[in-house]
């Protein structure tokens, strides 16, 4: 199901990036030259959008089924290639042309199809659960509507978010062009820091769904109370760790004396921040979604990100005309107080726990066995 409909919207956005590159890179930039470097960048790069759909879809499915080791695995391998490729097409090595760029470009496209060609390469060599027969993948009957039910909230809640993201993104790249570097190049390391979050989030929403489903709902609420403690835990390390290492991880960059203050700086204030950053995150995506309630992150993004943050970041920018730091500032109190209000005694209520399923023990043995597969790694 997860295939059917991500594979055509990730097409839609290759096709569309890859006809109209130009047009992207002005919604995000004025500059002439920046747009010009981006249209290189993305001619080669919109491949990916199709193929991390994909990569989604799979690795998603693996890990509900508990086959966390595949994409990990796979992803390691992906992320090594994509450093080596790009080392190779930029600087032109091995008698290839110094390519520049669009080198970053065909390396990001090349290597975001190799996690989930790996991803299904080993499925069907070890027949797991992923791998159905062909058939079934249309044998949607009795299910399109229990799924959508669920579905779409978060379909929609992640389209609201992506807008509201976009047009932060216009305002905050209208601010001058060493602001957005700087931006860029901290939203780079701030990566680091959220990929390690996104882990925990799937281990969280495992647990926790994992538990609810089976009917054992006070261990669900015990994981998810553990996640509560860990999640400002782990950030508060991460941001000690990104201050002191912030001179050196910046001087990797490529940057003007001003890009680079200023990217310490929003260094400095995001690890300040990351204390409480990714709370609502792992609420809403690693708690409430495995709790069965996807309608509450879809309630807390469209209230939050269209009534407070994005305006504020319009005031801040483009009306007041307020620094680029004092607008970062304000981007990231208003996020982090509005959905913090939010979700907090939302989660202390518990009626995120909606169970989706009546508990019925699976040997899942014999489900692999019923499919001619093994288990899994």
């Given at each position: 199901?997860?295939l059917l409909f991500m594979v055509p919207l990730g097409l839609v956005f290759t096709i569309g990036v890859g006809l109209y590159p130009a047009f992207v890179m002005r919604l995000f930039t004025e500059d002439p030259a920046l747009i010009a470097e981006g249209?290189?960048?993305?001619?080669?790069?919109?491949?990916?959008?199709?193929?991390?759909?994909?990569?989604?879809?799979?690795?998603?499915?693996?890990?509900?089924?508990?086959?966390?080791?595949?994409?990990?695995?796979?992803?390691?391998?992906?992320?090594?290639?994509?450093?080596?490729?790009?080392?190779?097409?930029?600087?032109?090595?091995?008698?290839?042309?110094?390519?520049?760029?669009?080198?970053?470009?065909?390396?990001?496209?090349?290597?975001?199809?190799?996690?989930?060609?790996?991803?299904?390469?080993?499925?069907?060599?070890?027949?797991?659960?992923?791998?159905?027969?062909?058939?079934?993948?249309?044998?949607?009957?009795?299910?399109?509507?229990?799924?959508?039910?669920?579905?779409?909230?978060?379909?929609?809640?992640?389209?609201?978010?992506?807008?509201?993201?976009?047009?932060?993104?216009?305002?905050?790249?209208?601010?001058?062009?060493?602001?957005?570097?700087?931006?860029?190049?901290?939203?780079?390391?701030?990566?680091?820091?959220?990929?390690?979050?996104?882990?925990?989030?799937?281990?969280?929403?495992?647990?926790?769904?994992?538990?609810?489903?089976?009917?054992?709902?006070?261990?669900?609420?015990?994981?998810?109370?553990?996640?509560?403690?860990?999640?400002?835990?782990?950030?508060?390390?991460?941001?000690?760790?990104?201050?002191?290492?912030?001179?050196?991880?910046?001087?990797?960059?490529?940057?003007?004396?001003?890009?680079?203050?200023?990217?310490?700086?929003?260094?400095?204030?995001?690890?300040?921040?990351?204390?409480?950053?990714?709370?609502?995150?792992?609420?809403?995506?690693?708690?409430?979604?495995?709790?069965?309630?996807?309608?509450?992150?879809?309630?807390?993004?469209?209230?939050?990100?269209?009534?407070?943050?994005?305006?504020?970041?319009?005031?801040?920018?483009?009306?007041?005309?307020?620094?680029?730091?004092?607008?970062?500032?304000?981007?990231?109190?208003?996020?982090?107080?509005?959905?913090?209000?939010?979700?907090?005694?939302?989660?202390?209520?518990?009626?995120?726990?909606?169970?989706?399923?009546?508990?019925?023990?699976?040997?899942?043995?014999?489900?692999?066995?019923?499919?001619?597969?093994?288990?899994?790694?």
């Open positions: 199901m997860m249209v290189k960048y993305l001619q080669f790069a919109c491949v990916s959008y199709f193929s991390l759909t994909l990569n989604l879809a799979i690795s998603t499915m693996l890990r509900c089924t508990e086959q966390v080791k595949i994409p990990m695995i796979t992803s390691g391998i992906a992320a090594g290639m994509n450093a080596v490729l790009n080392y190779i097409f930029i600087f032109g090595l091995f008698g290839l042309p110094a390519m520049g760029v669009a080198g970053a470009g065909l390396a990001t496209a090349i290597s975001s199809l190799i996690n989930p060609i790996l991803m299904m390469a080993i499925s069907f060599a070890k027949k797991n659960i992923v791998i159905a027969p062909f058939k079934q993948v249309f044998a949607i009957k009795g299910f399109f509507k229990p799924f959508w039910s669920r579905a779409l909230p978060v379909l929609l809640n992640e389209f609201f978010w992506s807008v509201s993201i976009l047009v932060v993104n216009m305002v905050l790249g209208r601010m001058g062009t060493d602001n957005y570097a700087a931006l860029t190049v901290e939203r780079t390391i701030e990566n680091l820091v959220f990929v390690f979050f996104v882990g925990l989030c799937n281990a969280c929403n495992i647990l926790v769904g994992k538990s609810i489903g089976a009917g054992n709902i006070e261990q669900g609420k015990l994981y998810s109370r553990r996640f509560m403690v860990l999640t400002p835990i782990i950030g508060i390390l991460a941001g000690l760790l990104i201050i002191a290492l912030r001179y050196p991880l910046i001087g990797l960059f490529d940057l003007s004396e001003t890009a680079k203050h200023t990217a310490r700086v929003l260094l400095v204030i995001f690890a300040i921040d990351a204390a409480v950053r990714y709370i609502p995150y792992v609420e809403v995506v690693g708690i409430f979604r495995a709790g069965g309630d996807t309608r509450m992150g879809l309630i807390v993004d469209v209230i939050c990100h269209y009534v407070f943050i994005t305006p504020a970041v319009i005031l801040a920018g483009l009306v007041w005309k307020l620094p680029f730091i004092t607008t970062y500032v304000i981007m990231l109190a208003v996020d982090d107080i509005s959905k913090l209000i939010i979700t907090i005694p939302y989660y202390r209520t518990m009626r995120w726990i909606k169970p989706i399923t009546q508990p019925e023990p699976v040997d899942r043995e014999e489900a692999m066995i019923e499919i001619g597969g093994d288990p899994i790694l």
